[in-house]
Protein backbone atom coordinates (compact mmCIF):
# COMPACT_ATOMS: atom_id res chain seq x y z
CA UNK A 1 0.00 0.00 0.00
CA UNK A 2 0.88 3.35 -1.08
CA UNK A 3 2.65 5.31 2.13
CA UNK A 4 1.90 8.65 3.44
CA UNK A 5 4.62 11.55 2.57
CA UNK A 6 4.97 12.22 5.62
CA UNK A 7 5.26 11.57 9.26
CA UNK A 8 3.80 14.22 11.46
CA UNK A 9 2.08 17.44 9.86
CA UNK A 10 0.86 20.62 11.42
CA UNK A 11 -2.78 21.40 9.99
CA UNK A 12 -3.83 25.03 10.35
CA UNK A 13 -7.59 25.64 9.65
CA UNK A 14 -8.70 29.43 10.23
CA UNK A 15 -11.79 30.18 11.80
CA UNK A 16 -13.22 31.20 8.45
CA UNK A 17 -13.03 27.49 7.21
CA UNK A 18 -14.94 26.10 10.25
CA UNK A 19 -18.03 27.93 9.53
CA UNK A 20 -17.78 27.27 5.56
CA UNK A 21 -20.43 29.42 3.18
CA UNK A 22 -21.84 31.75 6.49
CA UNK A 23 -18.15 33.08 7.46
CA UNK A 24 -19.40 33.10 11.14
CA UNK A 25 -19.92 30.67 13.44
CA UNK A 26 -20.02 27.04 13.46
CA UNK A 27 -21.19 24.92 10.06
CA UNK A 28 -20.31 21.70 11.49
CA UNK A 29 -21.01 19.69 7.59
CA UNK A 30 -17.52 21.22 7.07
CA UNK A 31 -16.41 20.59 10.35
CA UNK A 32 -17.63 17.25 9.99
CA UNK A 33 -15.94 16.34 6.65
CA UNK A 34 -12.30 18.11 7.89
CA UNK A 35 -12.40 15.30 10.73
CA UNK A 36 -13.48 12.51 8.55
CA UNK A 37 -10.38 12.76 6.81
CA UNK A 38 -7.85 13.93 9.43
CA UNK A 39 -9.82 10.48 10.67
CA UNK A 40 -8.68 8.70 7.39
CA UNK A 41 -4.79 10.39 7.99
CA UNK A 42 -4.63 9.35 11.35
CA UNK A 43 -5.51 5.37 10.70
CA UNK A 44 -2.72 6.17 8.20
CA UNK A 45 -0.02 6.54 10.97
CA UNK A 46 0.27 10.10 10.21
CA UNK A 47 0.91 12.26 13.71
CA UNK A 48 -1.56 15.22 13.43
CA UNK A 49 -1.33 18.28 15.25
CA UNK A 50 -3.87 20.66 14.41
CA UNK A 51 -3.75 24.99 14.99
CA UNK A 52 -7.24 26.51 14.46
CA UNK A 53 -8.02 30.28 14.13
CA UNK A 54 -10.43 32.42 15.70
CA UNK A 55 -11.68 34.97 12.96
CA UNK A 56 -15.24 33.07 12.70
CA UNK A 57 -15.81 34.64 16.17
CA UNK A 58 -13.54 37.09 16.59
CA UNK A 59 -10.69 39.20 14.93
CA UNK A 60 -8.54 41.19 17.28
CA UNK A 61 -7.85 44.37 14.93
CA UNK A 62 -10.79 43.77 12.88
CA UNK A 63 -13.49 43.28 15.40
CA UNK A 64 -11.78 45.42 18.65
CA UNK A 65 -10.82 48.47 16.10
CA UNK A 66 -10.40 51.59 17.78
CA UNK A 67 -13.20 50.44 20.19
CA UNK A 68 -11.00 48.48 22.40
CA UNK A 69 -7.33 48.00 23.40
CA UNK A 70 -5.72 46.63 21.31
CA UNK A 71 -4.30 43.95 23.99
CA UNK A 72 -7.65 43.04 25.39
CA UNK A 73 -9.33 42.60 21.62
CA UNK A 74 -6.52 39.95 21.50
CA UNK A 75 -7.25 38.11 24.47
CA UNK A 76 -11.02 37.73 22.76
CA UNK A 77 -9.50 36.11 19.53
CA UNK A 78 -7.32 33.72 21.46
CA UNK A 79 -10.48 32.67 23.33
CA UNK A 80 -12.24 32.48 20.35
CA UNK A 81 -9.81 29.68 19.34
CA UNK A 82 -10.77 27.99 21.89
CA UNK A 83 -14.19 27.55 21.13
CA UNK A 84 -13.34 26.09 17.85
CA UNK A 85 -10.86 23.99 19.33
CA UNK A 86 -13.34 22.51 21.66
CA UNK A 87 -15.45 22.06 18.57
CA UNK A 88 -13.30 19.92 16.17
CA UNK A 89 -12.07 17.93 19.12
CA UNK A 90 -15.64 17.51 20.19
CA UNK A 91 -16.38 16.04 16.22
CA UNK A 92 -13.01 13.90 16.06
CA UNK A 93 -14.19 12.52 19.16
CA UNK A 94 -17.57 11.44 17.90
CA UNK A 95 -15.74 9.44 14.88
CA UNK A 96 -13.68 7.80 17.75
CA UNK A 97 -10.43 9.86 16.93
CA UNK A 98 -8.60 10.14 20.29
CA UNK A 99 -7.90 13.80 20.42
CA UNK A 100 -6.35 15.95 23.20
CA UNK A 101 -6.90 20.08 23.52
CA UNK A 102 -4.15 21.85 24.58
CA UNK A 103 -4.63 25.70 25.29
CA UNK A 104 -1.56 28.55 24.86
CA UNK A 105 -3.30 30.02 28.20
CA UNK A 106 -4.29 27.80 30.66
CA UNK A 107 -7.92 27.05 31.19
CA UNK A 108 -7.77 23.53 32.79
CA UNK A 109 -11.23 23.11 33.81
CA UNK A 110 -11.46 22.78 29.55
CA UNK A 111 -8.26 21.74 28.35
CA UNK A 112 -5.00 20.63 29.07
CA UNK A 113 -2.02 23.27 29.30
CA UNK A 114 0.58 23.37 26.24
CA UNK A 115 3.22 21.41 27.43
CA UNK A 116 5.78 20.31 24.40
CA UNK A 117 6.55 16.93 25.90
CA UNK A 118 3.66 16.07 26.64
CA UNK A 119 2.31 17.18 23.28
CA UNK A 120 4.28 14.80 21.23
CA UNK A 121 3.57 12.00 23.99
CA UNK A 122 0.27 12.27 22.93
CA UNK A 123 1.20 12.66 18.87
CA UNK A 124 3.16 9.30 18.94
CA UNK A 125 0.17 7.83 21.34
CA UNK A 126 -1.83 8.47 17.56
CA UNK A 127 -3.90 11.20 19.58
CA UNK A 128 -4.59 14.30 17.57
CA UNK A 129 -3.46 16.96 19.08
CA UNK A 130 -5.35 20.60 18.93
CA UNK A 131 -3.45 23.38 19.69
CA UNK A 132 -5.94 26.62 21.08
CA UNK A 133 -4.80 30.28 21.86
CA UNK A 134 -2.43 30.60 19.22
CA UNK A 135 0.74 31.73 21.08
CA UNK A 136 -0.83 33.06 23.97
CA UNK A 137 0.46 36.26 23.32
CA UNK A 138 -0.78 39.08 22.08
CA UNK A 139 0.13 40.72 18.91
CA UNK A 140 0.55 37.16 17.34
CA UNK A 141 -1.63 35.55 14.93
CA UNK A 142 -2.53 31.60 14.81
CA UNK A 143 -0.52 31.24 11.50
CA UNK A 144 2.52 32.43 13.77
CA UNK A 145 1.55 29.43 16.48
CA UNK A 146 0.95 26.85 13.39
CA UNK A 147 4.29 27.86 12.63
CA UNK A 148 5.75 27.75 16.33
CA UNK A 149 4.14 24.58 17.40
CA UNK A 150 4.96 23.11 13.91
CA UNK A 151 8.63 23.93 14.82
CA UNK A 152 7.91 22.89 18.41
CA UNK A 153 6.88 19.30 17.78
CA UNK A 154 9.03 19.30 14.93
CA UNK A 155 6.72 18.82 12.24
CA UNK A 156 7.99 17.69 8.79
CA UNK A 157 5.05 20.21 7.44
CA UNK A 158 2.82 22.61 7.92
CA UNK A 159 -0.19 22.25 5.67
CA UNK A 160 -2.30 25.13 5.32
CA UNK A 161 -5.86 24.59 4.25
CA UNK A 162 -7.24 27.61 2.55
CA UNK A 163 -10.26 29.12 0.50
CA UNK A 164 -7.74 29.63 -2.15
CA UNK A 165 -5.96 26.66 -4.14
CA UNK A 166 -2.46 28.04 -4.13
CA UNK A 167 -0.36 30.93 -4.12
CA UNK A 168 -0.55 33.16 -6.84
CA UNK A 169 1.36 36.05 -8.46
CA UNK A 170 -1.58 38.24 -7.81
CA UNK A 171 -5.49 37.84 -6.43
CA UNK A 172 -6.98 35.86 -8.79
CA UNK A 173 -10.48 37.44 -8.08
CA UNK A 174 -9.26 41.04 -8.65
CA UNK A 175 -6.09 40.46 -11.33
CA UNK A 176 -7.23 37.87 -14.01
CA UNK A 177 -3.85 38.08 -15.48
CA UNK A 178 -2.80 36.25 -11.84
CA UNK A 179 -0.79 33.07 -12.11
CA UNK A 180 -0.83 29.90 -9.43
CA UNK A 181 2.76 28.93 -8.07
CA UNK A 182 3.43 25.28 -7.76
CA UNK A 183 6.75 25.94 -5.61
CA UNK A 184 7.96 29.47 -4.21
CA UNK A 185 10.20 30.48 -2.04
CA UNK A 186 9.44 31.81 1.73
CA UNK A 187 11.79 34.99 0.30
CA UNK A 188 9.86 35.94 -2.56
CA UNK A 189 6.63 35.71 -0.50
CA UNK A 190 7.97 37.75 1.20
CA UNK A 191 9.83 40.39 -1.16
CA UNK A 192 6.41 40.15 -3.05
CA UNK A 193 4.29 40.75 -0.39
CA UNK A 194 2.56 37.97 -1.41
CA UNK A 195 -0.72 36.75 0.59
CA UNK A 196 0.21 33.34 2.43
CA UNK A 197 0.51 34.00 5.93
CA UNK A 198 1.82 37.35 7.29
CA UNK A 199 5.26 38.31 7.57
CA UNK A 200 6.00 37.12 11.33
CA UNK A 201 4.85 33.58 10.64
CA UNK A 202 6.62 33.21 7.01
CA UNK A 203 9.70 34.47 8.75
CA UNK A 204 9.54 31.96 11.14
CA UNK A 205 8.91 29.15 8.89
CA UNK A 206 11.99 30.59 7.07
CA UNK A 207 14.02 30.56 9.57
CA UNK A 208 13.19 27.15 10.96
CA UNK A 209 13.13 25.60 7.45
CA UNK A 210 9.70 24.24 7.58
CA UNK A 211 7.78 23.97 4.50
CA UNK A 212 4.28 25.48 4.25
CA UNK A 213 1.78 23.09 1.68
CA UNK A 214 -0.77 25.74 0.99
CA UNK A 215 -4.37 24.11 -0.52
CA UNK A 216 -7.78 24.71 -0.76
CA UNK A 217 -10.00 22.74 2.36
CA UNK A 218 -12.78 23.26 -0.36
CA UNK A 219 -12.37 19.56 -0.70
CA UNK A 220 -11.19 18.28 2.77
CA UNK A 221 -10.29 15.81 0.75
CA UNK A 222 -6.91 17.47 -0.37
CA UNK A 223 -5.47 17.23 3.08
CA UNK A 224 -5.62 13.38 2.59
CA UNK A 225 -3.72 14.22 -1.28
CA UNK A 226 -1.21 16.40 -0.04
CA UNK A 227 0.00 14.36 3.00
CA UNK A 228 0.28 11.31 0.26
CA UNK A 229 2.42 13.88 -1.99
CA UNK A 230 -0.06 14.51 -4.09
CA UNK A 231 1.27 17.65 -5.70
CA UNK A 232 -1.29 20.06 -5.34
CA UNK A 233 -1.34 23.89 -3.91
CA UNK A 234 1.75 25.46 -3.74
CA UNK A 235 4.19 24.49 -1.53
CA UNK A 236 6.48 27.32 0.46
CA UNK A 237 10.06 26.49 0.89
CA UNK A 238 14.04 27.08 0.60
N1 LIG B 1 -4.55 35.94 18.45
C1 LIG B 1 -3.58 36.48 19.29
N2 LIG B 1 -2.40 35.79 19.43
C2 LIG B 1 -2.14 34.62 18.80
C3 LIG B 1 -3.13 34.11 17.93
C4 LIG B 1 -4.32 34.79 17.78
O1 LIG B 1 -3.76 37.51 19.90
O2 LIG B 1 -1.05 34.05 18.98
C5 LIG B 1 -5.87 36.64 18.37
C6 LIG B 1 -5.88 37.82 17.40
O3 LIG B 1 -6.74 38.81 17.91
C7 LIG B 1 -6.49 37.20 16.16
C8 LIG B 1 -7.51 36.24 16.75
O4 LIG B 1 -6.85 35.74 17.91
O5 LIG B 1 -7.09 38.16 15.33
C9 LIG B 1 -7.92 35.10 15.86
O6 LIG B 1 -6.79 34.51 15.24
P1 LIG B 1 -6.54 34.61 13.66
O7 LIG B 1 -6.94 35.96 13.17
O8 LIG B 1 -5.15 34.17 13.39
O9 LIG B 1 -7.58 33.52 13.17
P2 LIG B 1 -7.93 33.01 11.68
O10 LIG B 1 -7.82 34.20 10.75
O11 LIG B 1 -6.93 31.96 11.32
O12 LIG B 1 -9.31 32.45 11.80
Redesign the pocket.
Known amino acids: MEQPKYKRVLL ?7 AGEASRGLDFHVIGSVCDVVKKCVELGVQVGV ?14 GDQME ?2 R ?9 TI ?1 ALAVADVLEQKGVPVRVQT ?1 IEMRSVAEPYIRSRAIRHLEKGRVVIFG ?13 AV ?1 RAAEIDADVILLAKNIDGVYSADPKVDPSAVKYDAITYDDVLAQHLKVM ?1 STATSLSMDNKIPVLLFALKDPENILRVVMGEKIGTIVGG
Open positions: KISGEALVVGGGNFWRGVKDGRVADHMGMLATNACGTGNPFFSTDTALD
